[in-house]
């Protein structure tokens, strides 16, 4: 089994996200499979290698609902779960120590929740050291086979829990206009 790892922040919330799949080649073929079902939507070039280089949640989220439907229906077709643990703000601003703080305790909470053997990739971050604390204190999980930072560009996986993060945090705040959370209900499960 694979993990995929992302986070997002709302004012009142930070949501750690994960999706599990039963491999990377399931996801790759999940990917495919998604990109083949938008390649007849009519976009302008610009537009395209835009979207096209990383389905990143921030454009596609407003402007581009009918790739985010696809996307989240392939999710949940392919996908074991998504899990998610949240943290409530006690105040607007969470600084970078407590942030990291709390995105080890949360993901650590949806690993030790997961009942296999799993390996990791998580969305890495500018920051090398923490990037290695990570690595140290999650791979001390016995269930834990390995985990790697990845970069969302080259990583399909990540670029789909980029888009369950999004959902999630829109469904929490109470923004979901679309209803992208129902796409994925089923499969998500909150720790």
């Not at 083949?36 to 302008?44: E, V």
């Not at 009918?66 to 949940?76: C, D, N, P, V, Y």
């Not at 407590?98 to 990739?121: G, H, M, P, T």
């Amino acid at each position: 089994m694979i993990l995929y790892i992302d986070e997002t922040e709302h004012e009142d919330y930070f949501i750690v996200a994960g999706l599990l799949a039963e491999s990377k080649e399931s996801v790759d073929l999940a990917y495919k499979h998604f990109k083949n079902s938008i390649s007849d939507l009519r976009l302008k070039d610009k537009a395209k290698r835009k979207i096209y280089q990383e389905f990143k949640s921030f454009i596609i989220d407003r402007n581009y609902k009918r790739i985010k439907f696809q996307m989240l229906i392939e999710i949940s077709n392919f996908a074991d779960a998504a899990i998610y643990s949240c943290y409530i703000k006690k105040n607007d601003k969470l600084y970078q120590h407590s942030k990291e703080d709390v995105y080890l305790q949360l993901l650590s909470s949806i690993v030790n929740a997961i009942e296999y053997d799993i390996d990791i990739v998580f969305d890495t971050f500018n920051k090398p050291d923490f990037n290695a604390k990570i690595v140290s204190e999650i791979e001390k999980i016995p269930n834990v086979i390995s985990i790697v930072p990845g970069d969302s560009i080259l990583n399909p996986g990540l670029q789909f829990v980029d888009n369950i993060c999004s959902t999630i945090r829109l469904h929490k705040s109470e923004k979901d206009i679309y209803d992208f959370y129902n796409l994925i209900e089923k499969i998500v499960r909150e720790i």
